[in-house]
């Protein structure tokens, strides 16, 4: 065997130093060239959907077509509810002009590939907000519009008062939706058995119980009160007290769009905001001269919200002006000056006991 010389190996070693501090040089060059690209592809995709949007002149909003109050058009095609205003909003807000909407209907199961393909900008169906949906999905919430909870509704006829009494009971239910899950979940911890009767669209589902095929009507307490009002004998059904499930509803938009998350999730906030300053729809000309500071930050006299976010300076005005504070289009659309007359309950301001909160702009 030859024996190597000691300054061979040591020539040899330093020469393997320095290959590996180069090779380390290079993966990190490589790495921030990657981060790089990296950065520019999400700068990219956060800059798509608000400059498509103002391309287009339209906003285009996935949502449902069969929930009274929330979405529903009319023999018309004219779109009215809840999130359809919210829709609305957001258009006010990036193309000034709260009509520049264009309403795709969207059934549960197919709502979610229609906004991770680009089919649709912002999601605003009665979708749950859960954490596989945040993060398997592609997609982000942009925040709590409506707070609300699974129940159930049954005959008067069956003298059922509790959700406890529903053992061996079939169950109408919307296919695609936290309805079934929850459904899974509140009987077996009860050690109860039931059968369900799945459609793919809500308007299936309501018309599968008024026929009588099924002893239950399941879904959101909102969706439920909503169905009751188009049934044929709505007075001969009631909704259980009980809720099974948080059901946090809200829009939604494709990851790595953080400017159009932002947008989509403060153009709530400021409806919300405007509520717990008294700024509404027929005052908020007069408010934009208001001493209040956080008044005038709300509506642009000061700060930069419009310009962090890539609006104009006077987008949150347009957007009360033309749609309303939360509590007017709650009110207006499920709330006290509509058919359903539902109570504002956990969609109260926080002030009156509620869970509709405003983080501060400035």
Excluded at 76 to 99: P, S
Excluded at 126 to 145: E, H, K, P, Q, V
Excluded at 312 to 317: M, Y
Excluded at 318 to 334: A, L, P, S, T, W
């Amino acid at each position: 065997m030859t024996r190597m010389n000691l300054t061979n190996n040591s020539a040899c070693a330093t020469l393997v130093i320095h290959k590996k501090i180069r090779g380390t040089r290079m993966q990190s060059i490589l790495k921030g060239l990657v981060g790089a690209a990296v950065g520019l592809v999400v700068s990219n995709a956060s800059a798509a959907t608000i400059e498509n949007v103002k391309k287009n002149g339209v906003l285009t909003c996935g949502t449902n077509s069969a929930t009274a109050g929330f979405s529903l058009p009319d023999n018309e095609g004219k779109w009215t509810g809840f999130v359809v205003d919210y829709c609305r909003a957001v258009a006010a807000a990036v193309l000034g002009d709260a009509q520049k909407v264009r309403f795709i209907p969207l059934t549960p199961k197919d709502r979610f590939t229609a906004l991770q393909s680009g089919e649709i900008d912002i999601l605003a169906h009665n979708a749950t907000w859960t954490s596989s949906r945040d993060t398997s999905l592609g997609i982000l919430f942009a925040g709590t519009y409506f707070y609300d909870g699974q129940g159930f509704m049954v005959r008067k006829a069956e003298n059922i008062g509790s959700a406890k009494d529903l053992d061996g009971a079939s169950i109408c239910v919307t296919q695609g939706t936290t309805t079934e899950l929850n459904l899974a979940d509140y009987f077996r911890s009860h050690s109860m058995t039931y059968s369900t009767v799945g459609f793919a669209d809500e308007e299936a589902v309501v018309k599968a119980y008024d026929e009588g095929r099924c002893d239950v009507l399941s879904a959101d307490t909102s969706t439920l009160n909503a169905s009751r009002q188009r049934m044929a004998k709505a007075d001969d059904s009631i909704v259980l007290p009980e809720l099974i499930s948080k059901e946090p509803l809200g829009p939604a938009v494709r990851q790595g769009d953080d400017h159009w998350l932002n947008v989509a999730k403060w153009t709530l906030l400021v409806m919300v905001a405007a509520e717990e300053l008294g700024v509404t729809s027929e005052n908020v000309d007069g408010m934009k001269s208001s001493d209040n500071p956080n008044i005038r930050r709300l509506l642009g006299a000061e700060g930069s919200l419009g310009k962090d976010l890539g609006l104009g300076d006077t987008w949150s005005v347009d957007v009360i002006k033309q749609v309303g504070n939360y509590g007017e289009v709650f009110d207006r659309n499920i709330g006290k000056a509509s058919p359903l007359k539902m109570e504002r309950g956990l969609n109260a301001l926080w002030s009156e006991g509620g869970l509709q909160y405003a983080p501060p702009i400035r």
